[in-house]
């Protein structure tokens, strides 16, 4: 019974594992959880497919899952699959309780064959819309298109920051001030600024 509480609780960490990295969305071939298990229609390795089923193990942390059954496809669609390179398996959809996520999974071991869970996200269900510019606020004069256009800085002086799509987290509730002494900004300092209506942030 202990032994049954334990596994039902790293199965319970696991999926709040995957909540907690996705709280900050179609159907090809879908993984899908089973109890303690990933089953996985289709796995491309090399010019190879297999349908391969995954088992979390208990008692690890982090996360380990062990190849528990794996068959050679001889047909199979290759919309969606989930790929393994030697080193990552990645997984573009599982379904869980009416989400879509991707997850990937490292090598932790090749005899057992066993992964570790790494990361995984929300599918999105649709790509987000691009942003365009709205039309120009004649409200306070008109835009300057030089501001607009023009660049102010010396480009031999801007350098890639570093991060990646999605690499720096948004922020959710700013707090504005007009304390500018106080944030170390000088009045000839270079902002980017915003305008809606009478709203202006910079």
Do not use: W
């Amino acid at each position: 019974m202990l032994q049954g509480l334990k596994h039902r609780r790293k199965y319970a960490s696991f999926l709040i594992l995957i909540t907690l990295l996705l709280l900050s969305g179609g159907v090809y071939s879908q993984a899908t959880i089973n109890g303690s298990s990933i089953n996985i229609p289709v796995v491309l390795i090399g010019g190879q497919a297999f349908e391969v089923e995954l088992t979390i193990v208990d008692g690890t942390d982090p996360i380990q899952l062990a190849v528990t059954n794996g068959v050679e496809l001889t047909e199979y669609s290759t919309e969606g699959v989930s790929t393994f390179d030697g080193t990552t398996l990645y997984v573009p959809s599982i379904e869980l309780e009416g989400l879509n996520f991707f997850a990937n999974f490292t090598v932790h071991s090749q005899e057992p064959p066993v992964f570790v869970f790494v990361n995984a996200g929300i599918v999105e269900a649709e790509p987000p819309q691009a942003c365009e510019r709205p039309e120009s606020d004649q409200s306070h004069g008109p835009d300057n298109p030089n501001i607009i256009a023009g660049v102010a800085a010396d480009p031999a002086y801007i350098f890639d920051g570093g991060p990646g799509v999605d690499g720096i987290p948004a922020i959710e509730f700013p707090v504005f001030t007009q304390d500018l002494v106080s944030q170390g900004m000088s009045d000839n300092e270079l902002v980017i600024g915003v305008k809606v209506g009478d709203i202006v942030r910079a």
